[in-house]
C-alpha cells in the first residue's frame, strides 16, 4: 500500500516539535518524572491554539492521530489538568524566543507595517453581557508585521488604553536589525517616534494628520506603492481572529498575554508551511 503523505497539521506538529527542541531543555528540573517532555507540552498547547479548542477537546481528538503522536514520541496521553499546569510553568520568555525563531522559518525583507487590533477578555454571549449591562475589557495588541510574508515579528499586549503612540517606541527599539522601514497609520503620527526611527536607521513612512496644508502635500509625497503594503498588518489582524479566535480563553491578564503571543507562534508556523 502507498504511504500517505503528510498532512498539513503533520507537518505543523513537527515543526513546532523542532523549535522547541531548540527552545528549551527536555525537561523543566532535575527533580521531574520525566513522563512528558517540555517538547511535548509547547507541541500540544500550539495545537491547542491551532485547533481553537478547550484541553479536553484536544486530548479527545488525540486519541485518533497516532500519527500526531508518533511525531513527538508521545506514548500516552497527558490529562488536562497536566497542560494546564505546563501552560502555567512555562513562562513568558520562551514563547517570545520561540515567536523570534519562528520568524527565521520566513522570507522577510524588512518592509514591516504596524497596527494595533483588540481581543475579547471573555467571550461570553453579546446577548448576554448587552442585557445585564456588563462591561466587557478588551486587550489592546499591537503587531509588527512584515509585509512580504505576513510574519508576525514582535507584539506588545496591554490590558490599557495607552496611545499607540506610546506604544510603538519600545517596539522599534526592540526589533531595530529586523525593521528597514516602518509603515503606520496616523494614530503613529509621532515627531518623537520619527526621530527616534531614524536615530535606530529605520525609515520611517507614517501618515500625518491634515491640520495644513502642509501635512497634506507630506502625505502626497509617501512613496504609495510600499505604503500600500501597510495594509498586510490588518490581514494579519483578521487572520489571527479569523482562524484562533477573536478572544483569550484565561482569566488573568498574564496567562492572557501567554495566549497571544501562542496565537502569533502558531501564525507563524502556518505560514511557514
Request: glycine share 4%.
Amino acid at each position: 500500500m502507498q504511504a500517505l503523505p503528510k498532512s498539513r497539521l503533520l507537518r505543523f506538529v513537527e515543526q513546532a516539535f523542532h523549535l522547541a527542541r531548540r527552545t528549551v531543555a527536555r525537561y523543566s528540573s532535575k527533580f521531574s518524572k520525566q513522563r512528558y517532555t517540555l517538547h511535548q507540552h509547547i507541541v500540544l498547547l500550539c495545537l491547542k491554539v491551532r485547533k481553537n479548542t478547550t484541553y479536553r477537546t484536544l486530548l479527545d481528538e488525540l486519541i485518533e492521530m497516532p500519527r500526531i503522536r508518533s511525531a513527538i514520541d508521545l506514548e500516552e496521553l497527558p490529562t488536562p489538568s497536566t497542560l494546564c499546569k505546563a501552560f502555567n510553568r512555562l513562562d513568558m520568555a520562551v514563547w517570545r524566543v520561540l515567536l523570534n525563531l519562528s520568524v527565521t522559518l520566513l522570507p522577510t525583507n524588512g518592509v514591516v507595517g504596524i497596527d494595533a487590533s483588540g481581543f475579547d477578555r471573555s467571550h461570553a454571549s453579546k446577548h448576554y453581557t448587552k442585557r445585564t449591562k456588563l462591561t466587557i475589557q478588551q486587550l489592546k495588541v499591537t503587531l509588527l508585521v512584515d509585509t512580504r510574508a505576513n510574519a508576525i515579528i514582535d507584539l506588545h499586549v496591554t490590558t490599557t488604553r495607552k496611545h499607540d503612540s506610546q506604544i510603538a517606541p519600545s517596539l522599534i527599539k526592540r526589533n531595530t536589525g529586523e525593521v528597514a522601514i516602518l509603515l503606520g497609520d496616523k494614530g503613529y503620527d509621532d515627531q518623537k517616534i520619527r526621530a527616534l526611527a531614524r536615530d535606530e536607521g529605520v525609515r520611517p513612512l507614517i501618515k500625518h494628520r491634515k491640520f495644513s496644508s502642509l501635512h497634506k502635500a507630506w502625505n502626497a509625497r509617501l512613496d504609495a506603492d510600499i505604503y500600500g503594503q501597510r495594509s498586510q498588518s490588518e490581514t494579519v489582524n483578521s487572520n489571527l481572529k479569523r482562524k484562533y479566535g477573536n478572544f483569550v480563553r484565561s482569566r488573568y491578564w498574564w496567562k492572557q498575554f501567554r495566549e497571544i503571543t501562542m496565537k502569533c507562534l502558531v501564525h507563524n508556523l502556518d505560514s511557514a508551511l
